[in-house]
């Protein structure tokens, strides 16, 4: 897979790529990260990228020609499945929606910044709008960082055990049953006795049924 991020703040998009998984899925070449600067494709000399809102308000917007030069710049290299803008009135992330878009080849994700971006980007290039909760942050890039992220683990042979994404929480609609490691007994709190007990079908079953009971106490909702 190879994902394109447009940001006018590429800075905030450094670090999140630089450690652990999304580290080693890059390293391993099951993924390439490609950040761009929106401003490096400014049409006009002061690397302008945004500008006043017609009609007036507060908040200043990101241009049309800036993003689009950008986005055409990649699309004359390659085709794209998505051009996602990460906004917080877009579809909200779930794991079926990461789990869809983790199955594609190349995507690019937009990241709004100020007010957002003018609607003919949105009208023109964006195929996906995706909101990760419904708050606003001051840009899309934590937000694009955290869609990477969900869509990224999913991608085979990224997780060192295959089955571990299978059986994260929300996968079959539950939530994670509870886990414990070493030690055994920390100040008299002990850890189910079935999980030492060495019996795998019990220690499944335990686990399945622990799953259900915690998704109707905490999340009702997903059943
Ligand atoms: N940009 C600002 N807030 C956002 C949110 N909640 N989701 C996605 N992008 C955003």
């Not at 990224?152 to 079959?172: H, K, M, W, Y």
């Not at 100040?187 to 622990?210: A, C, F």
Request: charged share 25%; proline share 5%.
């Amino acid at each position: 897979m190879r994902i394109d991020i447009l940001s006018v703040v590429p800075e905030l998009l450094a670090s999140p790529f630089e450690a652990s998984i999304l580290k080693r899925a890059q390293d391993a070449k099951r993924v390439e990260v490609h950040v761009h600067n929106i401003r490096d494709y400014s049409t006009n000399n002061y690397k302008q990228v945004d500008d006043y809102p017609y009609g007036g308000g507060a908040g200043m917007v990101l241009m049309i020609e800036p993003i689009a030069k950008c986005i055409e710049s990649l699309k004359a290299d390659r085709k794209y499945d998505a051009i996602l803008y990460m906004t917080p009135d877009g579809q909200q992330l779930n794991q079926s929606i990461a789990n869809r878009f983790s199955l594609l080849n190349n995507i690019i994700i937009l990241c709004g910044h100020y007010k957002g971006v003018d609607q003919r980007v949105r009208d023109l290039f964006v195929t996906h709008e995706i909101s990760v909760g419904d708050y606003v942050l001051s840009g899309g890039e934590l937000a694009a960082a955290v869609f990477s992220d969900a869509i990224i683990r999913l991608i085979p042979g990224v997780l060192g055990n295959e089955t571990s994404a299978l059986t994260d929480s929300f996968q079959d609609n539950l939530l994670a049953p509870p886990i414990y490691t070493r030690p055994a007994d920390y100040n008299g709190h002990k850890v189910p006795d079935i999980l030492t007990s060495g019996n795998t079908p019990k220690v499944e079953e335990w686990r399945e049924q622990q799953a259900v009971e915690r998704t109707k106490k905490l999340r009702p909702d997903l059943l």
